[in-house]
């Protein structure tokens, strides 16, 4: 027996492609993963290692800088409580230069200790010149020269270095400081010396080589303060350590974060403090010593760490909390962390640390490296496990594939050769018992398709009266909707009502003209007479006569307005129905769609039970419509009507302020469509529906309302006016909570001849 064979797939893969290459895909993806699962750890691992160095450097900067800064207040705590014991005298400079000469002696770090008094007098040792170990200072009282001696190793003087002007309690800083009466810290000061300036002012200096020129120095020391009060709250003096922060940088210097990393401190206001970089902190612009800023700074990493901050922070003074960001610096990623520094004295700094990524990335890459290899490995491997497999598997399935070719032919008696492949030696058993028992099967196959088309016509022929019968029953429930939805309201109303109307309409004319002339023959009459009886007088005033000529016009017009109206409703009445006009033709839709507005006016309207409901018109200018103008009036009507109920129901769950915030609105537009169609879109901005309420919208006897107030057949039958009668097209788009819109497309002109008083 021969039979057709199917057409062929569009595409087709060979079975060997298909064993082979989702077998090295698995593999590849496999390894891939954990290669990529392993990078990303190794990653994670430079991410903590790096937040481990850093935040140790930080405890370490944070820890050095506690004890290092903690040494000017503890001298100066020891030096009040040496004035308040009685220890020191500081009415006695020569003792007081001594007494802080061995203190600046014994703390190497001290650029200047001593002490100045009410009167302007001051008395102290430090480093300051360039070459000189340790100077004694002395400044006598205001108006006098500030001067500085070289000392003997007891610290008496030896011979005068220099002398100067110097106001110690003029310094802002000091003011404040004794503005608070609390010890403190002034600003940070930042000088220079040089072997020029101490030749100019002592000569005995030059004299005994003891400074040699050794060029200039800079100095930044941070001054702590600590005014002296006795017992009634007098000041007896302002102590005074400054401590130099040269040896920050070196400390810094000396702290390993990592092979690149670089540590640097910086004041709120973006000054440097100290940096482990070797760029100088200190500059020189037009003679005067200053700072660098983090923003200026020659050092580029410092400079570029400075500028992230300031741009994602704006102010350094916002940095409150321990902060991580990263930078890209020269192409690679910076690690920095960003630590306040605080102090109970007033300090406030923030500590700076940048660890560069490139300073673990060795291993990581080396990683990197023995994962590719060993997927391009598994990928070889995989490879020719699966060529070899799928040779295997593949020769007894073609084999298979020939005899089931073959078969197809007609080619009955196929057998194919069994394998050591269980599933595969199953799979030949059953083919050679199914090519014994095809044949008989086609034989029964073919008694059977006989049974069969004879059960068919049967079942045929009852399925067909069925649905004649289906069919009248829906005529008949199509003709009993029309009749109770517009055949008793147009021809009750309608013709009820116009007669009587017309006759109003036509005798207000009349009435009109009748009246004016009584009016006048009344201003006639009064013109005549003047002076009238009393008794018409108090007629006239009881009747207000006056008020009267000038209301009874105005009566007369609403009258006249009031006629008009009910005329207009008549019309749209029969324009909607279009009694007079059942057949075929063209027609203006707009005057359909207006005439059933003004039919639906009386539920659109604002009434005790629900608010009012705006109807929003965007009507596109087009040409007649050759359509059934009654059934098409009918649809609208229906649409129309629906869309009513669903803001009503919408309504009745939302307050007036969300109603009046967001009105419940039906919006009319029509089109032109390229393809000479014409689209009628009716969409409501009530709740919308659910996909399978919309899906069942035009069948019939469905309906969401409850029993009493629809019956399932309104949609149902504008579907079948809109399709079948004017070949057009009518869906819905919906959702719950976005509204829904009905659109209602029919072609302009109809390509076919229509039969008069179809679907009556």
Known sequence: MKTDRPAKATQQFPLRLILIVPFVLQIFAAVGLVGYLSFINGQKAVNDLANQLIDKASQQVGEHLDTYLALPQQLNQINADA????????????????????????????S??????????????????????????ENPRRGGLASDY????????????????????????????????????????????STVEIAEAGKALQSQNTVSNLGINYYVAVPARYPVYDQKGNLLGLLMVDLLLTNVSEFLRNLKVSPSG???IMERDGLLIGSSSTKPVVQKVDGKTTRFSALETPDPLIRAVAEKLKQQFNNFKTLQN???????????????????????????????????????????????RTTIVLCLGALAVATLLGIYTSRWITRPILKLSQASEAIATGQLDQTVE???????????????????????????????????????????????????????????LIQTEKMSSLGQLVAGVAHEINNPVNFIHGNLIHTEEYAQNLLNLVNLYQQEYPNSPANIQDEIEEIDLDFLRQDFPKLLASMRLGAERIREIVKSLRNFSRLDEADFKEVDIHEGLDSTLLILFNRLKPTSDHPGIQVLKDYSQMPLVECYPGQLNQVFMNV?????????????????????????????????SHSNWVIVRIADNGQGMAEDVRSKLFDPFFTTKPIGKGTGLGLSISYQIVTEKHRGKLYCHSAPGQGAEFAIEIPIRQTFKPVKGALA
């Open 322 to 368: 321990t902060q991580e960001i990263e930078v890209k610096f020269n192409g690679q990623r910076q690690f920095i962390q960003v630590t306040p520094w605080r102090d109970r004295f007033g300090l406030d700094w923030l500590v700076v640390v940048t660890v560069p990524e490139s300073d673990f990335n060795s291993q990581i890459n080396a990683n990197t």
């Open 83 to 110: 004035i308040a014991s009685g220890q020191l005298n500081l009415n006695n400079p020569k003792a007081s230069e001594q007494y802080f000469w061995s203190q600046a002696r014994a703390f190497k770090n001290l």
């Open 112 to 137: 200047y200790i001593g002490c100045a008094l009410p009167d302007g007098r001051e008395s102290g040792a430090g480093r300051w010149v360039n070459g000189v170990d340790l100077l004694v200072y």
């Open 640 to 672: 129309l009507s629906n869309a009513i109920d669903a803001l009503h129901e919408s309504d009745k769950k939302r307050t007036f302020q969300e109603i009046a915030s967001n009105p419940s609105t039906i919006k009319i537009s029509t089109e032109l």
């Open 150 to 193: 070289l000392a003997d190793d007891q610290g008496n003087r030896k011979s005068l270095v220099q002398s100067y002007q110097n106001d110690p309690l003029a310094n802002l800083w000091n003011k404040q400081v004794l503005r608070t009466r609390r010890p403190g810290w002034s600003g940070i000061s930042t000088f220079e010396t």
């Open 262 to 264: 670089q540590v640097f």
């Open 418 to 476: 069994t394998t050591n492949i269980k599933e595969l030696d199953a799979v030949a058993q059953s083919f050679n018992h199914m090519a014994s028992q095809l044949q008989d099967s086609f034989n029964e196959l073919a008694q059977t398709n006989a049974e069969l088309e004879n059960r068919v016509e049967a079942r045929t022929a009852e399925l067909s009266q069925t649905l004649t019968d289906l069919q009248h029953t829906q005529i008949q």
